[in-house]
């Protein structure tokens, strides 16, 4: 791990919600420029682009058609070198979206497989026969209806386990395997600091493609796809030959990952990646419909998964720590309340994610306490996956159109997506034409501006706590300890460095909550309430003090 990523704090900026700058309603790269000192002064060291790449964007940019350049919706490439030289004069790194476990059904590799379903670029991809006249397995796609799609004359299919429109490639030929270094290399080359690597957990298959337990109408891929029987060669591999060459990071999102595969994938002495991205705190309410629910969050549960992961990643790998992302919906109105106590929730959730040990994620107007889009209408939507779930569920399942509607209010990727809010002016400062998304409609409250100049803002209340993290040692190297287990209204925990330890409070409710107080050498070292609240915890209070570790318990 370069030691540059030790302290280090993250922000994922998603590219075409982030910042325009020619009107085109579309976020830029010049717009990104335009912003880079307002996340310097906000602390960030690192920021990860999602994907800035050629693309026709069925999947905002995660079907990528030509690795080698820019979007012509985001800029070009003298923009993008620009933006490099800008962030490295401002001390800070660039980490670029990798999504190669599948390209664009557009990528000349692709089309070159679809004109010779029997040459040497069909075998970049899964071309397969069907099976008695039917697809090769049952698989669902991530994104809805079968992973298989039929090749046109001929009499195979090919696998994509996301959209149609992203073919999944083919690890297990060499001849990809070295594109895609070389195209890393590439960029690494040109200065960028490091990988996000999109679903780098399902590069690997098991060739025989068996069907999988069925779940609704179609089968389950994931023990044949995910966590593959060469992906952990071939990541040592990409070290080897790429990675390990250049002083840079790296994170996997991995899919489904359990805690033993994520030693293998992120273990200190196993020469793949840095850190990786593990998602069970984020799919806690899944049931039924998969991800589409509307469960409340269960604490005890919630405090369950990252026990699990600070506790069994110490000493052996570096946890990364999110609430949010792309993905998923606004942390402040999924774990917090986005209503009366939006800012307390919004501080108190960054506390108890900013304090734990790991590297923090912040996602653009996390640190504003944006919160859930609030469509009302499916055509507000933009995002593939929760148009096709909507048809699946409703159409084709059980699901009442209103609970479905319920569903993406609460769980949609394009909660997130909404363009980010600057200030009060039109369309929030983040376009002057027509936002390729609707712009959330409380921006005249929550906005970068107004909170930019106010000091008990949720954006200056990040500051501190990335300032914190800067300089306390504690928080980045103290082991970390759960405590209140079966709370269901507190989240506790402490870390402990030396002869100090830090103890961080976190109230998940509305509600006061006993608790014992405060020991007598307690220095709080951040709050997000002005005065101190005695033998209960108010609404949504957060509170980290240090004590030294023989005074803990002395009151
Ligand atoms: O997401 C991977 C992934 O597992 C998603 O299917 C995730 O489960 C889903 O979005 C949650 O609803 C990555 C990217 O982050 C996502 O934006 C892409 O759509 C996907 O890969 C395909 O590249
Ligand atoms: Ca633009």
């Keep these: 791990m370069p030691n540059w990523l030790n302290d280090a704090v993250f922000y994922e900026i998603y590219p075409q919600s982030f910042q325009d700058s020619n009107g085109d309603g579309i976020g830029d790269l010049r717009g990104i420029i335009s912003r880079l000192d307002y996340l310097k002064e906000l602390g960030i060291d690192i920021v990860w682009l999602s994907p800035i790449y050629k693309s026709p964007f069925v999947d905002q940019g995660y079907d990528i058609s030509d690795y080698y350049n820019i979007a012509e919706e985001f800029g070009t490439m003298e923009e993008f070198d620009e933006l490099l030289a800008e962030a490295k004069k ?8 990798l999504v190669v476990n599948h390209c664009s059904d557009q990528h000349e590799w692709f089309q070159k497989a679809l004109a010779d379903p029997d040459g040497e670029y069909a075998d970049y991809f899964y071309f397969v026969k069907g099976k008695d006249g039917k697809a090769p397995s049952n698989y669902r796609s991530y994104f809805g209806g079968s992973t298989w799609e039929k090749v046109p004359d001929s009499d195979k299919y090919y696998l994509h386990m996301f959209a149609k429109e992203q073919p999944d490639l083919n690890w297990d030929n060499t001849d990809v395997r070295t594109q895609v270094y070389d195209m890393m290399r590439w960029w690494l080359e040109k200065g960028v600091d ?32 995910a966590h593959g029987p060469h992906v952990h060669e071939y990541l040592q591999e990409m070290n080897r030959e790429v990675l390990s060459k250049y002083d840079i990071m790296t994170v996997g999102e991995t899919a489904c990952v359990t805690l033993e595969e994520a030693k293998k994938y992120a273990g200190e002495d196993r020469n793949e990646l840095n850190m990786v991205f593990q998602f069970e705190h984020v799919e806690l309410g899944s049931g039924k419909y998969g991800k589409w629910n509307d469960a409340p969050v269960d604490l005890v549960q ?76 499916l055509s507000d939507y933009r995002d593939l996956e929760s148009i096709n779930a909507y048809h699946e569920l409703v159409e084709e399942q059980d699901v009442p159109a209103e609970q479905m509607m319920t569903y993406l209010k609460k769980i949609s990727r394009d909660n997130a997506r909404t363009p980010m809010q600057w200030n009060d002016e039109e369309n929030a400062g983040f376009t002057t034409g027509t936002p390729w998304i609707a712009v959330n409609k409380n921006y005249k409250e929550i906005n970068a501006k107004a909170q930019i100049k106010d000091p008990d803002s949720v954006y200056n209340f990040y500051r501190k706590l990335i300032q914190l993290r800067h300089e306390e040692e504690i928080v980045v ?43 007598k050498k307690a220095k709080i070292v951040i709050t997000n309430y002005k005065t101190e609240g005695g033998s209960f915890l108010r609404p949504y209070e957060a509170v980290a003090y240090k004590v030294p570790v023989e005074e803990a318990s002395d009151k």
Excluded at 90 to 97: E, N, P, Q, S, W
Excluded at 198 to 225: A, R
Excluded at 487 to 507: G, P
Aim: charged share 25%; net charge negative.
């Design 302 to 377: 919630l405090k369950k998964v990252f026990k699990k992961w600070e506790e069994g990643l110490e000493g052996i790998g570096w946890n990364a720590l999110f609430w949010g992302n792309h993905d998923q919906p606004r942390a402040v109105s999924r774990f917090g309340d986005d209503r009366e106590y939006r800012e307390c929730s919004a501080k108190m959730l960054g506390v108890c994610l900013h304090l734990m040990k790991g590297t923090p994620y912040i996602y653009q107007g996390e640190e504003l306490g944006m919160t859930n889009a609030g469509f009302e209408n």
């Design 90 to 97: 401002r001390d800070m790194y660039i980490v670029m979206d």
């Design 477 to 519: 190297h103290g082991s970390f300890e759960m405590l209140s287990e079966d709370s269901e209204q507190i989240f506790a925990y402490q870390r402990v460095l030396d002869d100090t330890k830090l103890v961080v409070l976190c109230n998940f409710t509305p509600n006061h909550v006993a608790f014992d107080g405060l020991p």
């Design 194 to 225: 490091g990988f996000r690597m999109d679903v780098i957990s399902l590069i690997s298959k098991n060739p025989d493609f068996p069907d999988g337990e069925v779940k609704g109408l179609y089968g389950d891929l994931t023990p044949y796809c």
